[in-house]
């Protein structure tokens, strides 16, 4: 199944791009412009409310088109009740600029010696060897709710649809390491937030087409590779909408970048946030309930 014509939830917005008329929204990645309607100025002012007062909303989309159809406000039990469910994180990283061109590869995905990250202070109980790595990747990929039969995992993991979800599919994957595993793990936020930017990916593991967002967000483990006498510890990331492998924080922000797919295709910064972390608002889902509702409705859905 296509992109669906129709998505609704409660959301937060991170930003409106003025020049562009584009719509972030923290609780999705896909990003949005206003519609050609008689609604357009009625949606708009109540957008520009939401994110003066740093109000939820409750909006209808059309991710099919990429258009915010709809704007309604919310009583304040609804609001108090959106804020319960997705308390903040108490302590989030610094947000680190980044020129990806660059990034040299040999240095930059060495923790301790480049990584000096306080939040991996907070977990010591890091990935022994690639092997392992290899195969928390692979039953993670497992989950996939394309596959044939029922998964180990209740949801399944739209890795299939990287149109949006990947806060909720980097959520099943974290608890997926720490609980099934007993290992650490972050998480890795990816931007583009200066101008008209944008991130861009080529959907290669799913026909091909060409995907943009806002930002990503995916389960980040630090790995014991040994090299000769040399030990290492790397820090890789677990992304399997995009890779068929564990790969280096470098080499995951790299691909973000496709010219091809967009010319304003731009990796501005990037955050490494304790695991608990669930959108870029910094908010968690301690219970689930949010990641556990996104891999539902989007289980059946494909990108190309």
């Known amino acids: 199944m296509a992109p669906p014509s129709r998505d609704s939830g409660i959301l937060t917005v991170a930003a409106i791009r003025e020049a562009s008329g584009r719509i972030l929204f923290n609780e999705r990645q896909q990003i949005f412009a206003l519609p050609e309607t008689q ?3 009625q949606v708009s002012r109540r957008l520009y409310e939401s994110l003066e007062k740093k109000i939820p909303v409750r909006a209808l989309l ?5 258009v915010v159809t709809k704007i309604d406000p919310l009583s304040e039990g609804e609001i108090q009740e959106f804020r319960r469910s ?3 994180l108490e302590k989030p990283e ?9 990034i040299d590869p040999t240095r930059f995905n060495v923790v301790d010696a480049v990584l000096k990250v306080p939040v991996f202070k907070l977990c010591t109980k890091i990935v022994p060897s690639y092997k392992k790595a290899k195969e928390i990747f692979d039953y993670c990929a497992q989950q996939s709710c394309h ?3 029922p998964t180990t995992e209740s949801p399944c993991i739209p890795f299939q649809y990287v149109i949006d979800g990947c806060y909720a599919r980097a959520h099943k994957m974290r608890k997926i390491i720490t609980e099934k595993y007993g290992y650490c793990c972050e998480k890795v936020f990816s ?3 200066d101008n008209d930017d944008d991130l ?5 593991k799913w026909g091909g087409c060409c995907v943009t967002w806002w930002y990503h967000v995916a389960p ?3 790995v014991r590779i040994k090299i000769l006498s040399f030990n290492f510890t790397l820090a890789m990331v677990i992304d399997p909408g995009m890779f068929d492998k564990p790969v280096l924080l470098s080499s995951w922000l790299m691909a973000q970048e496709n010219a091809a797919c967009s010319a304003h295709a731009h990796v501005t910064s990037y955050s490494i946030q304790p695991g608990s972390a669930y959108t870029p608002m910094y908010t968690t889902d301690p219970s689930y309930t949010s990641t556990n509702a996104t891999l539902i409705a989007y289980q059946n859905l494909t990108t190309c």
Not at 94 to 102: F, G, M, T
């Open 94 to 102: 610094k947000l680190l600029r980044v020129d990806v061109s660059d």
């Open 200 to 204: 861009a990916v080529q959907a290669n």
């Open 39 to 41: 609604a357009r100025d």
């Open 191 to 193: 931007f583009a937030t």
């Open 86 to 88: 997705l308390p903040p």
């Open 220 to 222: 980040l483990i630090r």
């Open 147 to 149: 596959l044939p039969g």
């Open 62 to 66: 059309d991710p099919r088109r990429g």
